[in-house]
């Protein structure tokens, strides 16, 4: 999948990176917010990403103006590589409160923690040269400390692992009712239960979304696609909804 510009004005753009992902590696997106001429990478991946994805990003700004990473929550898919973007570049690193004494255990090292903001559960907003992004919660979807950001600019939702896709050829859905085949599996077993993913979906509901932009698989773009993804979250049973069978004794 060759990188991919979601949205472009003059002091703004939204760029979806190539996919270097191979192998058994589960599929993961990395975005770059870029906003006069500074950015905020969004989780970032491994180490067999890195040196492609740091490559791809100095094409696009100057690591030097590479001003945030964030990490959605702790997966390895999205932090394993943490010590050495910490390290190329002067940015500092957003992540959840809960995290951050576990974030060491991927080699970051102990002279690098303090590059790292720690994310309260309210979330916050970050200022990426006058942008005003928000990091919004999402606990427990699938991580106990887990954000998404919302970028009002280009109306995009980064959504981490909510509304990810597995299995589908396409970068962005065109029919959401075939789309869903590709959703159903993953959200019913990695979502925890139908009553978060109600509060989510009251919490985003008042924001301009254009585009939701998940960590694995396809894009969902246009009102009605997301309104209809938000409707869809918002009646899934999911999770601790469906382990009645399943907390018995093997054998």
């Not at 006069?36 to 180490?47: F, K, V």
């Not at 080699?107 to 928000?134: H, N, S, W, Y």
């Not at 909510?162 to 789309?179: K, W």
Request: glycine residues 8%; contains cysteine; aromatic residues 10%.
């Amino acid at each position: 999948m060759p990188s991919q510009v979601l949205f472009e004005n003059a002091e703004h753009k939204n760029v979806l990176l190539e996919d270097y992902t191979s192998g058994q590696m589960v599929q993961a997106n990395q975005h770059l917010i870029i906003h006069q001429g500074h950015g905020m990478l969004l989780d970032p991946g491994g180490h067999k990403v890195y040196s492609y994805a740091l490559e791809e990003l100095s094409a696009l700004i100057s690591p030097n103006n590479l001003d945030y990473i964030f990490f959605s929550h702790q997966d390895p898919d999205i932090v394993a590589a943490a010590n050495g973007w910490l390290m190329v570049t002067d940015a500092h690193a957003l992540l959840s409160q809960l995290w951050i004494r576990f974030i060491t255990h991927f080699g970051v090292d102990e002279f690098l923690v303090d590059k790292i903001i720690a994310v309260p559960d309210r979330g916050r907003t970050v200022d990426l040269m006058g942008c005003q992004l928000l990091l919004l919660p999402a606990h427990f979807m699938h991580s106990a400390g887990n954000f998404q950001v919302y970028d009002p600019v280009a109306k995009i939702l980064y959504s981490g692992d909510l509304g990810a896709s597995l299995g589908q050829t396409y970068i962005t859905v065109e029919n959401f009712d075939d789309h869903i085949q590709y959703m159903e599996g993953f959200h019913r077993r990695y979502m925890p239960s139908n009553k978060v993913l109600k509060l989510w979906a009251e919490m985003v509901k008042p924001l301009d979304i254009e585009t939701i932009a998940p960590q694995h698989g396809a894009m969902i773009v246009g009102k009605d696609n997301v309104a209809r993804f938000i409707a869809w979250v918002e009646s899934l049973t999911c999770g601790l909804d469906l382990m009645g069978n399943t907390y018995t004794l093997p054998g």
